[in-house]
């Protein structure tokens, strides 16, 4: 059973988006692996605390995701 796990920033995703991704990433497995997994593929996605991030040695959160976005 494949288990693919997402991290996101805590809110940074609706529940519709959330909802979409895990369709996504469900439908990507089954088109690589065999559409008769699709009911053993688990996609967990997790929410982390916004400014638990870092990169390039500094900290990021949520609202410079949605900077980078939005422009």
Do not use: C, Y
């Amino acid at each position: 059973m494949p288990l693919v796990e997402v991290k996101v920033f805590e809110d940074e995703l609706t529940r519709e988006q959330t909802a979409d991704l895990i369709q996504k990433i469900t439908d990507a497995v089954t088109g690589v692996v065999s559409p008769k997994i699709r009911d053993a593929v688990w996609v967990v996605v997790h929410e982390i605390k916004s400014g638990n991030w870092g990169a390039g040695g500094k900290v990021l959160g949520v609202t410079d995701i949605r900077k980078v976005i939005n422009g």
